[in-house]
């Protein structure tokens, strides 16, 4: 099951007066470093802090009264899980959300905030699926997954449908689109509203070094999953593979995957902060880590949107990045 254009047209439409249109954000002292233009999708100002609400709140609102006293039961390393949790609290849905035992405490702690229960997980030793879904079994709740939903994907793609027509406000047109990627969810969502209003327009999308499943899979043309041998400090994109449903709209519609380093996302993060006054957490700045690093390939006239993808970062590892200490 794939997505199309009026997907994302019908979710943006569900999602009027819930989520926040982002502001597209134009830093001169970023245009003048990338010599062209930059526009940034600030998501990190989204209801609970990230994208992800979009495509919870899609998915959730769309559950038939049955099902919605049933509850729902997610699996996240944070972002989903505050979106689910809020969008389920705004529909007046129960909600139980499966966390790792390490995730960083201000995403458990929003998630909590939000009326949601958290079950906590050993990610090296469990597997958050299983539990999810004997969770589900036992109380009938609904599972809603993190990035492999065409519901999911939709909503997430509303963010890609309002660069567009912000840039188209601006006089601007897109030459090459950048967003993170962890299961694909954003991407895939992105990627469909951007080549469907601008074919001419190339996608990029962007993971950590070390966690390249999507870049490896698009190249052999069909999903790898790896290894990983270690953690990456953009905790929110450690997918081991590309989404099923996801990835071939990555396959269809993205020119290129770059790879970012810790450091360069731990640099990107810093000048996020000092240049253009956001907090954007690890995994939400890794298009702006690829494009201060100069992975980003140069298309037309050098316009280039940027998604930022969120700003739930923990308050320690944020000072630590902005201290230049990793």
Known sequence: MTIGLADIEAAAARLAGQAVETPLIESPALNERWGGRVLIKAETLQRAGAFKFRGAYNRLVQLSPDERARGVVAFSSGNHAQGVALAARLLGIPALIVMPADAPQVKVAATRGYGAEVRFYDRLTESREAIAAEIAAQRGSVIVPAFDDPHIMAGQGTAGLEMMRQAKALGAV?????????????????????KALSPDTAVIGVEPAGFDD???????????????????????LESPFPGELTFPVLLRTVAEVALVTDAEVAEAMRYAFSTLKLVVEPGGAAALAA???????????????????????????????IRGEI
């Open 174 to 194: 897109f030459d090459v689109v950048a967003a993170p990627i962890g299961g694909g969810g954003l991407l895939a969502g992105v990627a469909t509203a951007v």
């Open 214 to 236: 999507t870049l490896r899979s698009l190249q052999a043309g069909e999903r790898q999953t790896i290894k990983p041998t270690g953690r990456s400090l953009c905790d929110a």
């Open 291 to 321: 494009l201060l690093a100069g992975k980003i390939p140069t298309y037309g006239d050098r316009t280039a949107g940027l998604v930022l993808s969120g700003g739930n970062v923990d308050p320690d590892l944020f000072a630590s990045a």
